[in-house]
């Protein structure tokens, strides 16, 4: 069975526990966290587990919906993890991929309207404020082709084009193959993104080779393909009857997702904001960023 997942850690675990050539996985425990890194350095380990060469990093945290209090051990760890893997100078543009009116689809939108935008303030202004060494970062929400009649690869494109940034930080909603992985899982990488992915809706993707910069994804798992869920759950129980599920081809486009998305989306946004925020203003403390944003 092809379960469908956008979580490296996931295709991992589906390949079994057996070493895999040219896949590094290193694991280790930071405060709230649990961070996981797996390095795909080989075409044969791309092919392994059905994901491009590149870094990708897991941060494992408790779930969103349960957890009122987000800035503790879990922040740093994110921001921490960010942070290696961005330039250390130059403007960030910072994308929130999504539909801000479908609720697991709305993280990267409400992830963008909390980012601490800077490109704006001029190095005098900022002295002036009393807040010097900002690091230049720009925001943007392009939405969804049904909603601006244009690709989102289309947009973030000219405005790279324009402004010229050394990085792109795209968020976006994941798909997981499993419920317990909703709203308590990060996941980073450098190898770009494709809008839409998580929600069954794959565009154009967004990466160092369409747009000439360095494109660093962040997302969260928001949603559960119905088939995938429902085989792996039949699996778990009785693994005789894997054979005879019948899907029909309506079922087969459902997503699941659970009844808290609402508190989920809003808490994840929250702490990627802030993790995106710390990681490139690194001369403001974390009260300075709540007042500003």
Not at 96 to 123: E, M, W, Y
Not at 128 to 156: D, F, H, K
Not at 199 to 223: C, D, H, Q, Y
Request: hydrophobic fraction near 45%.
């Amino acid at each position: 069975m092809n379960f469908r997942t956008d979580l490296v850690l996931e295709r991992r675990e589906l390949v079994g526990e057996a070493p895999v050539p040219g896949v590094n996985q290193v694991t280790r425990e930071k405060e709230n966290a649990k961070i996981t890194e797996i390095q795909v350095q080989t075409e044969e380990g791309a092919q392994a587990i059905g994901k491009p060469i590149g870094k990708y990093i897991t941060v494992e945290v408790p779930n969103f919906a349960n957890e009122t209090d987000l800035l503790d051990g879990r922040l740093n760890a994110i921001a921490d993890e960010l942070k290696s893997m961005l330039p250390t100078e130059g403007c960030v543009l910072v994308v929130g991929l999504g539909n801000n009116d479908i609720t697991p689809d709305a993280l990267g939108p409400k992830c963008v309207s909390q980012i601490f935008a800077t490109r704006h303030i001029g190095s005098d202004l900022a002295m002036s404020i009393g807040l010097p060494g900002l690091r230049a970062v720009a925001a943007l929400t392009p939405g969804v082709l049904g909603q601006m009649g244009m690709e989102t690869s289309e947009i973030v494109a000219a405005v790279v084009e324009r402004i010229r940034p050394t990085a792109v930080i795209a968020i976006d909603a994941l798909a997981a193959r499993r419920l317990s992985r909703l709203g308590n899982t990060v996941q980073m990488s450098d190898t770009g993104v494709s809008p839409g992915s998580g929600v069954g809706n794959a565009r154009t993707e967004l990466s160092e080779k369409t747009l000439g910069v360095k494109v660093i994804s962040m997302g969260v798992p928001t949603v559960v393909d119905a088939v995938t869920l429902v085989t792996d759950v039949l699996g778990e129980q009785n693994a005789a009857r894997m054979g005879d599920i019948q899907i029909d081809q309506e079922f087969g486009r459902m997503m699941v997702t659970p009844r808290e998305i609402d508190l989920m989306t809003e808490r994840a946004a929250k702490l990627i904001a802030l993790s995106i925020n710390t990681a490139l203003q690194p001369s403001l403390s974390l009260d300075d960023i709540l007042s500003l944003i």
